[in-house]
C-alpha cells in the first residue's frame, strides 16, 4: 500500500510539468486524482495515463481564478472519490519579465488573479469540506521568486502572498486538523523556458520529478504535525526558508521624528539593513561605505 492509499487530492495546473508530475507520483503512491487543467487535453491525458497505470483520476478543466469553478474542483472530488484529503495549489501564470515602467496591469492583473485568487480560492473551497471531515492537508506552490527576482515584480508579489496565505491560513487551520505547508519549487518547465533569469538558476537536469516526493510527503500522514512551513527543494537540495520576523535591535523613542530616523540610520541601523532579493544585493550605502577607494 501506498503512503497516500485511500486519499483523494486535487492538484490544479497538473496537465504538465510540476503539476503533472504531483500527480503521477501521488496517483502511484495510491491516491485518487483529481487533475485540473485549463487545457482540457492535457489534463485528460495525464488522467487516462494514470487510469491505465492501475490508478484513479478523473480530469476537470476548471479556472481556478473563478471562485464558482474553484468550487466545482472540489465538488468533482467530492462526487467522483466521496471526499478530498489533499489539495495541491499549484495552477499559476509564469513572469512576464518587464521592468516596473514597462509593466502592463492587465497582464498583472491576470498573474495575481490565477497565482493568488486562484490559490484563495480553491484552499478557501477545500477547507471548509476539511474542517467538516477533521482533517486534510493543503500544500500551496510558491517560488523562490518571492525574495525578489529583477523584471518579475508581479509574480514575486503573487508568489510573497501565496507564502503569507500558508503562514495565516496554517494558523487558522491547525486546530480543527488541516495542516498547511507551501513548498518553492525548482525544475526546469516551460515557466522556465520561457524566462531567461530563472535560466541562470536551473538546469534541464532538474526536472520535476525530483520535486514530487516532497508534495506525496506533505500530502501523507507521514508529516502529521508539520504545518506553516515554506520548503524549498531544487532536486538535490532540501531547506526551510525562514520566515519574515523582526531584526533586532528594537530602538525605542517616545515620539520619531525625521531628525531621529535619519540618525537611527545613519547609526545603529546602519550595520544591520538587509541584503534584498534573489541576489542578495547590499542597499547603495553599504556598497558606498564598502568600497575601495579610487587613487
Known amino acids: 500500500m501506498g ?24 496517483a502511484r503512491s495510491g491516491a485518487c486524482v483529481v487533475v485540473n487543467d485549463i487545457d482540457g487535453e492535457q489534463a485528460e491525458a495525464v488522467a487516462d495515463r494514470i487510469v491505465q497505470q492501475g490508478g484513479r483520476a478523473v480530469a476537470s478543466t476548471a479556472s481556478v481564478r473563478d471562485p464558482e469553478q474553484a468550487n466545482g474542483i472540489v465538488a468533482l472530488c467530492l462526487a467522483e472519490f466521496g471526499r478530498i484529503d489533499g489539495l495541491v495549489n499549484n495552477a499559476a501564470i509564469g513572469p512576464h519579465e518587464v521592468l516596473p515602467w514597462e509593466e502592463d496591469s492587465c497582464a498583472a492583473r491576470d498573474v495575481i488573479e490565477v497565482n493568488v485568487l486562484g490559490v484563495l480560492h480553491c484552499g478557501i473551497a477545500a477547507a471548509k469540506v476539511m474542517r467538516a471531515q477533521g482533517g486534510g492537508s493543503i500544500v500551496n506552490i510558491s517560488s523562490g521568486s518571492s525574495f525578489g527576482q529583477r523584471r518579475g515584480g508581479a509574480y514575486s508579489a503573487s508568489k510573497g502572498a501565496v507564502a503569507s496565505l500558508t503562514y495565516s491560513w496554517a494558523l487558522d487551520l491547525e486546530e480543527v486538523g488541516v495542516r498547511v505547508n507551501g513548498v518553492c519549487p525548482l525544475a526546469w518547465t516551460r515557466l522556465v523556458e520561457r524566462s531567461p533569469a530563472a535560466q541562470l538558476r536551473c538546469t534541464r537536469e532538474r526536472s520535476p520529478d525530483l520535486v514530487a516526493p516532497l508534495i506525496t510527503y506533505l500530502l501523507s500522514d507521514l508529516s502529521d504535525g508539520i504545518t506553516g512551513q515554506l520548503v524549498r527543494c531544487t532536486g538535490d537540495q532540501l531547506h526551510i526558508v525562514r520566515q519574515p520576523a523582526i531584526k533586532e535591535p528594537v530602538l525605542r523613542c517616545a515620539g520619531w521624528d525625521t531628525e531621529d530616523i535619519a540618525a537611527a540610520f545613519g547609526g545603529i541601523l546602519d550595520e544591520h539593513l538587509e541584503p534584498f532579493g534573489l541576489e542578495k544585493r547590499m542597499p547603495a550605502r553599504l556598497r558606498s561605505a564598502t568600497s575601495c577607494p579610487t587613487e
Open 3 to 26: 503512503i497516500l492509499e485511500r486519499k483523494a487530492v486535487v492538484i490544479t495546473g497538473a496537465g504538465r510539468g510540476l503539476g503533472e508530475a504531483y500527480a503521477y507520483h501521488a
